[in-house]
Structures are given as C-alpha cells and as structure tokens.
C-alpha cells in the first residue's frame, strides 16, 4: 500500500498523483487556521531537504465544509492529519471527522516546526479513543525513545503507527546566517532514511501494530527495505516535491524488487529483516544488479 506523506501533496492542483495512490493524506489540520511560519520556509541541503512549513491550513470547520468533499470526490480513501496544542483539541477534531467520510486519522504528535504541543502523545491518543471510531493512526518523531512511545500510544489505543516526521535540522548560508526564517527545520529525504528504518525496526518489535513506514523514499528499494523492517504500507515525501510520477514509479520498481526475491507480494517482504532477511547468509550474497557497490564513508578507518 502506497499512500502519500502528510504536507507533500496538494491532491486537489495534482489530482492525478493522488489517484495513484491507496490512500491520500491530508496536511495536518488544526482548530483554528493558520498561516504558518515566516520565509524563507524551505532548504536544500547535501543529503535532503529542510522546511519549516509550520502547519498552514485553513482550520478545521473550512477543511470540513470545503476541503474535505472535493478530496474525496478524487476516489482514494482519504486519511486526514490532525494536528493541535493540547488533547482536546486534537479529540473535537477526531469528534468532527466521524462520519465525515474520512477512512483513517493520522495524528501529528511530532510536528517539529510549531511549538506548544505540550500534552503527552499517549493522552493525545487516549483523548481521540475516546472521540472517535476511526482508525487511529499515531505519527511519531525519529530518534528518542521510539519503543516507549510506541508502546504508551499502542496501550492508549492507537491502531497503527506512522514512522517517521522530519528531524530537527538547520543550514547556513554563505554568510555563515541560518537559511530559514525560524533557524532551524524539519529535516527529510534520503538522510533520514536510516532513522526511518530504525524507528520501524524498534515499532514493530515493540508493539507489532501496523505501520505506515516514511523517511527518504526516493525508489521501490527504499520502501522494500522499510516493509522489512517492519511497515505494511510507505508513504512518499519529499520525492513528491520533485517527482509527481513517483506514486507509480516506485510501485513498479517494488513489484520488481520483490519479484527478484522470489515473493510473491508486499506482505510478504513485511518483517523480513527480523527473521534473517533473504537469501545465503552474509558475506556470500551477490552485488545486486543496477546497485553498484557504494564507497564506504570511513573506509577502512571503521572503528
Ligand atoms: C514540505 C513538507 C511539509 C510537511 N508537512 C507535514 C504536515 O503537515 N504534517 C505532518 O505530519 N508531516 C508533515 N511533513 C513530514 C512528512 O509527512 C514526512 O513525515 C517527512 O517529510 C519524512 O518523509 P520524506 O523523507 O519522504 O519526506 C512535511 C514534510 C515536508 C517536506
């Protein structure tokens, strides 16, 4: 299952990327709208990208009455990202969105370019238990303690799991000034796909919840390697800001992937990497073709 990740795509100016996907993620809504954080807002950097978007969205009552209808008109279930600054707010929306049509709620419990989310991402969930029969899923930040929190949000009542938002991050310019309006960001794309797969791999150990694994999806071996660390379902970010086609790209180029191994489909590949992986054991499997092999960064001077 390929699903976009929250903030990446405006599904209502590029219908046709959302239609390739299984299920659309709304930007995260909040109760009130708003406007976001002061630009520069967005930076390139060596291995990714940084942004401090900061949630700009209409708010909750306009999503509902205008947004929300003509996404669903598109066809894919839609999920919608609630975000907020204390747990009852976050509840009242989920209240909202019962019945609305909405398939799932993804919660924004890790947003690290507003601040105020000061309530505990398990009372979070626990809140939104209670307001709502929709799934549940609970998006969490890279690095810290992922098994605790995944643990205490399971226990809360979550569903399922988003893994990973963006890392804090910042860059400088020439002048040696931070790039963006707030100084620091939220960091994503290839550099952050190892604190992806190690927030999924410590999940799925933890609790065995499903999980929406994301964090620099750039090819089908990317997401391949984040279903064997433990997500039955990828979402694509900032590949979506450069690539529009990546939705079906990266389909295709999994199905091959699993293909060469012999699986005969996704879920398969879902959790391979705690049970031995594929193949003869390490230190006898083949290059595989079209990756060649990468210069190691130290060298021999590993420690
Ligand atoms: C421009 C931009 C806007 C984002 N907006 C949101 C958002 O509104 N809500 C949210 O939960 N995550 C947001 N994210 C985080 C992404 O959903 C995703 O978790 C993160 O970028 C890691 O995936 P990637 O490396 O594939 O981009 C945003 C990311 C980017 C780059």
């Not at 009852?88 to 398939?103: D, I, P, Q, W």
């Not at 929190?149 to 799991?161: C, N, R, S």
Request: proline share 9%; with cysteine; charged share 15%.
């Amino acid at each position: 299952m390929i699903l976009n990740a929250s903030g990446c795509l405006d599904a209502l100016t590029a219908p046709e990327a959302a239609r390739a996907l299984d299920a659309y993620v709304t930007k995260t809504v909040t109760p009130e709208p708003r406007r976001g954080n002061p630009p520069p807002r967005m930076a390139e950097t060596e291995a990714g990208m940084l942004n401090s978007i900061g949630l700009p969205n209409p708010g909750r009552e306009r999503f509902l009455a205008e947004v929300l209808p003509r996404l669903l008109e598109l066809g894919p279930p839609v999920w919608v990202s609630v975000g907020g600054f204390a747990a009852h707010e976050y509840a009242e929306t989920c209240a909202r969105l019962e019945g609305s049509g909405a398939a799932a709620v993804e919660l924004n419990l890790s947003c690290p370019n507003v601040e105020g989310a000061a309530d505990a991402a398990a009372d979070i969930v626990a809140a939104c238990r209670a307001a709502t029969t929709l799934p549940l899923y609970a998006k969490l930040a890279p690095g810290g303690n992922v098994a605790e929190l995944a643990a205490a949000v399971q226990a809360a009542g979550a569903d399922g799991l988003s893994l990973v938002n963006t890392a804090p991050g910042l860059a400088l310019d020439a002048a040696l000034r931070p790039v963006l309006g707030t100084a620091t960001g939220g960091y994503s794309g290839p550099a952050v796909k190892p604190l992806a797969l190690a927030a999924v791999y410590t999940a799925y150990r933890a609790t065995g919840l499903p999980i929406v694994g994301m964090g620099g999806v750039m090819t089908g071996r990317d997401a391949l390697e984040l279903m064997a660390c433990g997500a039955s379902a990828v979402a694509l970010g900032t590949v979506l800001l450069a690539d529009l086609d990546a939705p079906g790209r990266i389909r295709a180029e999994l199905a091959a992937e699993l293909a060469a191994l012999g699986l005969s489909g996704p879920e398969e590949a879902v959790g391979l990497a705690h049970a031995g992986g594929v193949g003869p054991a390490p230190g006898g499997l083949p290059a595989r073709p079209g990756h060649p092999p990468r210069q190691p960064l130290l060298g021999s001077r590993r420690c």
